[in-house]
């Protein structure tokens, strides 16, 4: 359990912060949300492709887009409308190039020279050409991902123009086309995804993680949907278990955050909450909880972990092969995992992620509002760019790390988080949309919003 006296820090945060900024903080450019969610807009704005307008898993390198991070950018833009940053006639110009370039990619079972199959999309896409990248696999959460972002510029854009008649249109044709009944195995559980060349991967989506909106979306379908028992199979293999309090565990904070993204799960209950009192929005609260706690704690001694500074989840790291001796241990560390801390598991190299903080600002408004200005005011010359937070840093690395990087899946959670804290925008627009309203009750969630519908 949390001890009663880290609550109090919450009164000494905001003269803590003001004392904590190293002597390399530009006081010029201090933290506010506002700038925050302007910068991080603009990574999805300014680095999109010019051809395909998908959005690169990352930058400045950009190797390959991202169709998840694509979905997010989707959002974004109706964030940038809301803002001021873009007009609503350039994000629907954007936006239906987006979806057209999305409809007429080419879809087949080869292993080169097209870009989906069966209306799923490959994780990767070539930036020349929005094909497959090398052998990468069909991705069916990717392609949720992405598809959350199409029903929510479908929602968006309602109004009786033909541009926006146009956007609705291809929104509903590309959700409508994904088969999601074909990614369905013989066990009742959807395959994580699949290869051309070897057919569906093993690994099976079970556990809570950040699959749910995935799951939702493939309920919902009136073309393909897979079976009303599916979201049953899918609570069986959850796992309660009492970490910092008992609540529903997934080590990396995304697979609490990517959901919610797009489902405002406050007071909705599907049976398996309605049995432990508790809703899905909750639990995500409880779960930031436990994370910043274990930063409190630090059982392994990393540097600068604390209430001000916490933050795992998955992110690039210092790379492969360096270990240093820490608190008396060996410590390997890696680059791009799935760091995190539950009952089941710790993935803990010393590195933190502004991500796992923004992506939980609705769960912890002021606790992760303070955690980010911190990390932002203290680290800025090396944490902070153009487009907001990079990825992660690592103050135990011998001689400290701060990535270079932006990732596009990394950047999305905080601005589609910090929007829905401030105005709930994208919460309310899948609020409306049929689809996800439709597979919501077919999983069996009541109360709340949804009883508001009927």
């Known amino acids: 359990m949390r001890p009663i006296f880290y609550f109090l820090f919450g009164l000494l945060l905001p003269i803590l912060i003001g004392c904590a900024e190293s002597q390399n903080a530009d006081a010029s450019d201090d933290f506010s949300l506002p700038k925050l969610k302007e910068r991080t807009f603009q990574f999805f704005w300014q680095t999109a492709d010019s051809q395909y307008f998908q959005i690169p898993d990352r930058y400045p390198t950009r190797p390959f887009s991202s169709v998840a991070a694509t ?29 057209h370039a999305l409809w007429n990619m080419r879809q087949g079972p080869e292993p080169s020279g097209v870009s989906g199959y069966r209306g799923f999309f490959y994780h990767f896409l070539t930036m020349d050409h929005a094909q497959r990248f090398k052998e990468v696999e069909l991705s069916t959460i990717d392609t949720g991902l992405l598809m959350a972002g199409v029903l929510s510029v479908q929602s968006y854009f309602d109004q009786d123009n033909e ?58 379908s009136p073309t393909h949907p897979i079976a009303d028992s599916s979201w049953a199979m899918w609570c069986k293999t959850y796992e309660w278990e009492d970490f910092y309090e008992p609540h529903l565990n ?29 809703d899905y929005f ?52 890696t680059g791009y995992m799935a760091r ?8 803990d190299d010393g590195t933190l992620t502004p991500t796992a903080v923004g992506g939980s600002i609705p769960f912890l408004p002021d606790t992760c509002i303070q955690t ?44 589609i988080m910090a929007e829905n804290h401030d105005s709930e925008l994208i919460w309310n627009l899948m609020k409306k949309n049929p689809y996800l309203v439709n597979g919501l009750r077919k999983a069996g969630f009541t109360g709340g919003w949804l009883q508001e519908r009927n």
């Open 71 to 99: 979905g997010f950018g989707l959002s974004s833009y109706l964030v940038g409308v809301e803002n001021g940053y873009i007009t609503r006639k350039e994000a629907a110009t954007r936006v239906e190039a987006t979806l």
């Open 163 to 220: 541009q926006e008649q146009a956007i609705r249109a291809l929104a509903d044709s590309l959700y409508l086309r994904v088969e999601w009944d074909w990614a369905m195995q013989e066990d009742g559980y959807m395959s994580m995804g699949w290869h051309p060349e070897k057919g569906f991967i093993p690994a099976r989506w079970k556990g809570y993680n950040e699959a749910m909106v995935l799951l939702l979306m493939a309920l919902g």
């Open 250 to 278: 997934f080590a990396p904070l995304f697979g609490h955050q990517y959901s919610h993204m797009f489902v405002d799960f406050r007071g909705i209950q599907d049976a398996y909450m309605r049995e432990k009192g508790s």
């Open 282 to 333: 909750q639990n995500s609260r409880l779960a930031t909880l436990a994370n910043q706690d274990y930063a409190i704690r630090n059982p392994a001694g990393f540097t600068g972990y604390s209430h001000l500074q916490w933050g795992l989840s998955a992110c690039d790291g210092p790379g492969h092969g360096t270990k240093a001796m820490i608190g008396g241990r060996e410590v390997n560390f």
């Open 340 to 347: 995190g801390v539950s009952a089941q598991e710790i993935r």
């Open 372 to 415: 980010l200005a911190y990390m932002w005011n203290t680290h800025h010359d090396q944490l902070v760019g153009e487009f907001g937070f990079k990825d992660a840093f690592n103050l135990s690395f011998p001689g400290q790390w701060f990535d270079f990087e932006y990732l596009g899946i990394d950047q999305g959670p905080i601005l």
